[in-house]
């Protein structure tokens, strides 16, 4: 009977320890993701929609950190250009028009939904879940999350899906952003 | 002098683990498509076995046979090889992210494999000293490493020959592997051991 005891506490013993040296590993050996890739990350606009040609803004941003171009992320436009370019510094370049144009007001999504089939297409579509529905089902847009990547207007098959600027409302009516917020533009004037 | 070199031969070419004891067979069929990730793989087996020999032995001798607890030298085996090889990695990856590109994949892979518990019960089977647990999980890593490199070599030759049809892939990588077995055979009685 002792001798199973003695077992046991050898097994949960040697068990502790170990487990003990490990959590020490884990906590002592972090290593830290590589920092200018979080900086980068940060400045893209997450919206997720793979317009640059990578599956989400964290990849693009690894590229840029690998020495990608800065400049093919439309969602941002060119704030998020100048302000890439001001990081990594290096010249701001025009948007590359090969992945899409930067819309002038900001867009959302807006189904017809007396025109939805259902076919689920836009849900798998959207990058960042916006839009609810079920198969055989109308499907709507969640205008608070719609970033109006515009991603979800192509693969619908009765092109049911409109694009529609944001109206200004008491709500979201704010001041004019001041000109020279950002050190390039102040060097520039 | 001459005791530690019988052992080195031995475990290297005559009781080679792979070839003519058939452990670790996984890593030598699976990682052996490319000389690169072969390489990779040798050199992660040869750090793991040699350290797992020397931690098990420890273990065994100060832990198991005071406590009169040789019955659970498998299980704990098992535990003290994860511990060192989880924690050698975490420690590698801080410290020299090259070397952890080399060995870091292979690293958790070769944990568990049959070779290195292997090893260590092979050392306690064969009452193996200090030293000698060490130079024999050693040169069992060397052996596997040899085996494995020529065997990759050859995978690499093999990729671009003219194999039949019904042998291509995974069959004439089989033959290959019981051709070069049969090679090994030819070194029993090199030394006796």
């Known amino acids: 009977m002792s001798s199973i005891l003695i077992a046991i506490l050898l097994l949960a013993t040697l068990a502790l320890i170990f487990g003990a040296i490990l959590g020490f590993a884990a906590v002592r050996f972090k ?12 400045l893209l606009p997450q919206t997720q929609c793979g317009q640059c040609s990578y599956p989400g803004c964290k990849p693009y941003a690894e590229a840029i950190a690998g020495g990608e171009k800065i400049n093919k992320c ?6 998020t250009i100048i302000a890439l370019a001001d990081l990594l510094g290096v010249e701001p370049e025009p948007l590359d028009a090969e992945h899409g144009a ?12 007396d025109e939805c089939i259902g076919c689920t297409k ?49 709500q979201n009516w704010h001041w004019d952003k001041p000109d020279n917020l950002i050190a390039t533009s102040k060097e520039a004037h | 002098m001459t005791d530690y070199l019988l052992i080195l031969v031995s475990t290297i070419l005559v009781n080679n683990f792979v070839l003519v004891q058939f452990l670790g067979l996984c890593p030598f069929m699976g990682v052996s498509n490319k000389l690169e990730t072969a390489i990779g793989m040798s050199a992660a087996t ?23 607890l040789e019955y659970l ?31 870091g994949i292979f690293l958790p892979l070769i944990t568990t494999n049959c070779a290195v518990l292997g090893v260590a019960l092979l050392n306690i089977k064969r009452d ?35 194999v039949p049809k019904p042998f291509q892939g995974s069959a004439i990588a089989m033959i290959t592997a019981g051709l070069m077995s049969l090679a090994f055979l030819g070194f029993t009685g090199l030394v006796s051991i």
């Open chain 2, 128 to 162: 193996n000293s200090f030293v000698e647990s060490i130079l024999y999980g050693f040169g069992a890593a060397v052996g596997f490493s040899l085996v494995m490199v020529l065997f990759a070599a050859m995978r690499e030759r093999i990729a671009v020959a003219d």
């Open chain 2, 46 to 68: 040869t750090f793991v076995l040699t350290l797992a020999s020397v931690c098990s032995y420890l273990v065994y001798t100060y832990l198991l046979v005071p406590l009169d």
């Open chain 1, 74 to 79: 439309p969602p941002g436009g060119e704030s």
């Open chain 1, 102 to 113: 930067e819309s002038a007001v900001p867009m959302v999504a807006l189904i017809r939904e």
């Open chain 2, 73 to 103: 030298r498998t299980i704990s085996f098992i535990m003290v090889i994860a511990v060192v090889v989880g924690f050698t990695e975490m420690a590698i990856r801080k410290t020299s992210p090259l070397l952890y590109r080399v060995l």
């Open chain 1, 122 to 170: 836009c849900i798998q579509a959207c990058p960042i879940d916006a839009i609810m529905g079920a198969a055989k089902q109308m499907h709507t847009v969640i205008a608070d999350e719609c970033t109006g990547c515009d991603l979800c207007v192509e693969p619908c098959p009765v092109d049911c899906i409109d694009m529609v600027p944001i109206e200004t409302t008491v």
């Open chain 1, 31 to 42: 290593v830290e993701g590589n920092p200018i890739v979080d900086q980068i990350d940060n």
